[in-house]
């Protein structure tokens, strides 16, 4: 599969969030960061924004819950348009439940893993997930550096999917950059947020097409994807 690019919005303006979510038409997804103060130490936004981001751009939106009990409130985005409903495993009462209600209801189910938390004791829950998200900051805020010690897990995440022959997608959030984007592809990511990547640069859209030209570089010589 070719490399993916998911602009976070949490970079973006929030005065003038319809303009920002255009400027990165191109991209693969939007990133929308949902912050609800408890779950993590930040908050953004929720359904009847995602409602009206569906309505500005065409671009699907990729909906990251950084929230406490996502059982209750994750179908709620799906039903606001998101193409994708990421929920956290470390908040989650429930998830095989929570991933196969977001599939029934059409959308795709990724489940993120904190940066302390491991995958190997959800090996069994990956057929259930449409992606796998591993966060590479702290969630809670944009512009952190990107933590390094996660790519032994990003690797053994890939062995992973690929000891199961499944199709799914591995995303990686957080101080994903021209600088970082290419471990994480060679690693064995294949969806990339970035967030102060592409935002803080005067053209947002440009900045996209960069990302994905190198990630998609560095996928190729991958020995991960050989065969892909
Ligand atoms: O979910 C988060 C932070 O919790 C991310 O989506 C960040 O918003 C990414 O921002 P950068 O690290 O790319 O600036």
Known sequence: MAAQISPSILSADFARLAEEAKAVEGADWLHVDVMDNHFVPNLTLGVPVV?????????????????????????????????????????????????????????????????????????????????????????????????????????????????????????????????TIERCAEAGADVFVAGSAVYGKEDPAAAVQGLRRQAEEATAAASWACGH
Do not use: N
Not at 155 to 162: D, K, P, V
């Open 51 to 179: 409602e009206s981001l569906r309505k500005a751009t065409d671009t699907p939106l990729d909906c990251h819950l950084m929230i406490e009990d996502p059982d209750r409130w994750a179908p709620a985005y799906v039903d606001a348009g998101a193409g994708s409903v990421t929920f956290h495993v470390e908040a989650a009462a429930a998830p095989v439940r929570l991933a196969r209600e977001i599939r029934a209801k059409g959308a795709r189910a990724s489940m993120a893993l904190k940066p302390a938390t491991p995958i190997e004791p959800y090996e069994d829950l990956l057929p259930e997930l449409d992606m796998l998200l591993v966060m590479t900051v702290e969630p809670g805020f944009g512009g952190q550096a990107f933590l390094d010690i996660m790519l032994p897990k990003i690797r053994r995440t890939r062995e992973l999917i690929g000891k199961h022959g499944l199709e799914m997608w591995l995303q990686v959030d957080g101080g994903v950059s021209a600088d």
